[in-house]
C-alpha cells in the first residue's frame, strides 16, 4: 500500500542547510524584501540542526560575507580569532624546517572560526528574515514532472522503517517538498547531485572531480603552548613523496585548538589508512610539544573536492542548479572554499530572482555570473597546483612557484585530473604500512573517536549504505586490494568478519557513518553508494 503523501509547495527549496544554502537563502530574501516580493523559502538540512554536520578547518576569508552583511561585526558574527601569525613547515620523521609561507597561504585579515557556528548564525539571520528551515529532515530523491526531464522538488526520507522494510510504530511517511526552483547545496559528493550529473550529463567535456578526506580534532592545549591566531601548516611526513597530504593547526579561542589532516583520495597504496596516518602525524615531536599536557575534546571527518576550476560540472539544469561545494568550488592552494561557497549562493539568489521577476524559468545566466564573478579568477589561476603535485610533492612544490611567480596563474595550459578510484593500487604493488598501537596521550583509536563525533543512527533502520554487488567486496576487493574500505573509513563502519562457516563477508556497521562520504568516491569498484539514512541521524558536532 502507498501512502498518500503530504505536497507542500514552496516558490525556492534549498536542499543542505551549510554556509552556501544559507548564504542563497538569505540573499534571496534580502533581494524579495529590497522589492517588497512575497517569496517563499525552505532550507532543508538532514543533521538534527544547523551546523550538526559541519565539518571544516576553518580559516575563514570574509570576502563574500562583507557583501551578504557589510555590518557582520555590529551584528554578532561568530568571527573572533583574527590570524596573527602564519607558518608553512615541513616535516621529516623527526624534525621540522619552516619554509617560506606561499602567497595563496597569507591569512593576513582571516579569521580563524567554527563553520558549523557560522552557519548556525546565518540560520538565525534567515529566519528572521521569514526563510523557513526544515532541519532533521533528509532528502532522499530528486522530484520530476510528468515528463522527468524537469526538477520539482524532492522527497523527504520515512521514518520509523525498520530494517526488514517494515513499518514500525514510529512510521511517518515521507513528504513532497516541491517548489518552482531547487538549490542543490548538499557539499562534497552530494549524493543527490551525483544523480543530477549523470541525468542530465553535467560533467560532459569536464575533469573528473578529485577529493580528499580531511580529519579533524579539537583538542585544549597548555595555556603555556597556547598563541591565540595562530597559523600552522605542514606537508611532508608521515605522506611518502608520491601521496598528497598535509596538516592544518589553528589557535582557536579559549585555549583550544583545531587540528588535523588532509590526505588527497588518489592516493596509491592500498594499505594506507588516513586515519592512522593523521595519529600517526600527532606522535611526531613537533606536533607532540603543542598537544603535551592537552585534552582532546572532539572529532570528525569529511570529504572536500579538489578538482577546482577543470571539474566544476554543468552548473544548471530544468528546474535547478548547483551551488558551493556539490559544484566545487574549494581553492586548493588557498585551502579555502568556504567564501567562494557562499558567493556561489548569492549569485545563485540573484539568478533566481531575476528569473522570478521576470516570469522565466531558465536560470542558464547561473553560468555566466560565476564565470564573471572572483570565484573563476581565483580558481582559474590555481587550476594546476593540486594537479603538479600528481608528480610527486617535489614537483608539485617547485611547479607551484613557477606557476605562482613566473606564470602568475595564466599558464597557456590546463594539468588534468584523474579518478581517485582508480589510482588505489593492488596489494602486492603496494607496501603494508606498521602504524604504532595508540598511546591514549596523542593517538587514538577509532572507536573512541567515533564516539567523541557525537554520531547516533537509529539501529533499526535499512543500512544506508548499500553494495550494488555485495559478492564485490570479498571476491574482488579483498581478494586483489586487501579490502580498502576497512581502512579508508575514518569511522569503522567496513569491516571483514567470517562468517558461520568460515567465509569472509563485509559487515557495514552503518550507524557509526559520520557522513564523510569517502566510500562513495575511494571504492575501487565503485560498489558502494552512499544514501541518506533517517533524518538528523549522523554526527553532532557542536562547533567543528
Not at 525556492?12 to 529590497?34: D, M, P, R, T, Y
Not at 512510521?171 to 543530477?196: D, W
Request: hydrophobic share 35%; charged share 25%; aromatic share 12%.
Amino acid at each position: 500500500m502507498t501512502d498518500q503523501r503530504e505536497i507542500i509547495e514552496f516558490d525556492v527549496l534549498i536542499i543542505g542547510g551549510g554556509i552556501a544554502g544559507l548564504s542563497a537563502a538569505i540573499k534571496l530574501g534580502q533581494l524579495a524584501k529590497e522589492k517588497g516580493r512575497e517569496i517563499n523559502i525552505c532550507v532543508v538540512e538532514k543533521g538534527s540542526e544547523i551546523g550538526a554536520h559541519i565539518l571544516s578547518g576553518n580559516v575563514f576569508e570574509t570576502r563574500a560575507l562583507n557583501e551578504l552583511f557589510p555590518d557582520w561585526k555590529e551584528l554578532g558574527a561568530p568571527l573572533t580569532t583574527e590570524v596573527k601569525k602564519d607558518n608553512f613547515v615541513f616535516l621529516t620523521r623527526n624534525k621540522s624546517f619552516k619554509l617560506p609561507t606561499p602567497p595563496q597561504m597569507n591569512n593576513h585579515g582571516n579569521y580563524i572560526i567554527s563553520l558549523g557556528n557560522l552557519c548556525r548564525w546565518l540560520a538565525e539571520k534567515a529566519q528572521e528574515i521569514g526563510i523557513q528551515i526544515f532541519a532533521g529532515y533528509a532528502a532522499a530523491d530528486i522530484l520530476y514532472d510528468e515528463n522527468g526531464d524537469k526538477v520539482i522538488g524532492v522527497i523527504t526520507g520515512e521514518f520509523g522503517i525498520g530494517k526488514n522494510g517494515e513499518r514500525k510504530d514510529s512510521y511517518q511517511p515521507a513528504i513532497e517538498l516541491r517548489a518552482k526552483h531547487t538549490i542543490f547545496a548538499e557539499g562534497a559528493r552530494g549524493h543527490l547531485t551525483k544523480r543530477l550529473e549523470k541525468k542530465f550529463n553535467l560533467r560532459q567535456d569536464k575533469q573528473p572531480q578529485t577529493y580528499a578526506i580531511g580529519l579533524k580534532e579539537i583538542w585544549r592545549i597548555s595555556p603555556e603552548k597556547y598563541q591565540l591566531g595562530k597559523v600552522i601548516h605542514t606537508i611532508g611526513w608521515p605522506m611518502d613523496n608520491k601521496t598528497y597530504g598535509g596538516s592544518f593547526i589553528y589557535h582557536a579561542e579559549n585555549n583550544q585548538i583545531f587540528i588535523g589532516y588532509v590526505i588527497g583520495l588518489d592516493y596509491k597504496n592500498t594499505y594506507l589508512n588516513p586515519f592512522k596516518e593523521f595519529q600517526r602525524f600527532k606522535t611526531h615531536p613537533f606536533v607532540k610539544d603543542i598537544l603535551d599536557g592537552g585534552e582532546r575534546i572532539s572529532y570528525g571527518a569529511r570529504a572536500l573536492n579538489e578538482g577546482g576550476y577543470q571539474s566544476i560540472p554543468k552548473l544548471t539544469f530544468n528546474g535547478g542548479l548547483l551551488v558551493g561545494c556539490a559544484a566545487g568550488f574549494l581553492n586548493v592552494p588557498k585551502i579555502k572554499g568556504s567564501h567562494t561557497a557562499m558567493k556561489s549562493g548569492m549569485l545563485a539568489a540573484e539568478t533566481i530572482f531575476e528569473a522570478i521577476e521576470n516570469g522565466k524559468e531558465d536560470l542558464g545566466n547561473y553560468e555566466k555570473k560565476i564565470k564573471e564573478s572572483w570565484i573563476a579568477q581565483e580558481l582559474y589561476r590555481s587550476r594546476n597546483i593540486r594537479p603538479s603535485f600528481n608528480f610527486g610533492l617535489w614537483f608539485g612544490l617547485i611547479y607551484s612557484a613557477i606557476d605562482t611567480y613566473i606564470f602568475r596563474g595564466k599558464a597557456p595550459w590546463t594539468l588534468k585530473h584523474h579518478k581517485d578510484n582508480e589510482q588505489t593500487q593492488r596489494k602486492e604493488n603496494s607496501a603494508p604500512i606498521e602504524y604504532q598501537k595508540p598511546d591514549g596521550k596523542f593517538s587514538f583509536d577509532l572507536l573512541s573517536s567515533v564516539f567523541l563525533s557525537g554520531t547516533y543512527h537509529e539501529e533499526d533502520q535499512p543500512a544506508h549504505l548499500k553494495l550494488t554487488d555485495p559478492k564485490v567486496a570479498v571476491d574482488y576487493n579483498l581478494k586483489y586490494y586487501d579490502g580498502p574500505e576497512q581502512r579508508y573509513c575514518p569511522a569503522g563502519v567496513y569491516e571483514f568478519i567470517k562468517d558461520d562457516i568460515g567465509n569472509n563477508k563485509l559487515q557495514i556497521n552503518a550507524q557509526n557513518c559520520v557522513h564523510c562520504k569517502t566510500c562513495d568516491i575511494k571504492d575501487v569498484t565503485q560498489n558502494i553508494n552512499w544514501s541518506t539514512p533517517e533524518g538528523s541521524g549522523g554526527p553532532v558536532y557542536p562547533n567543528m
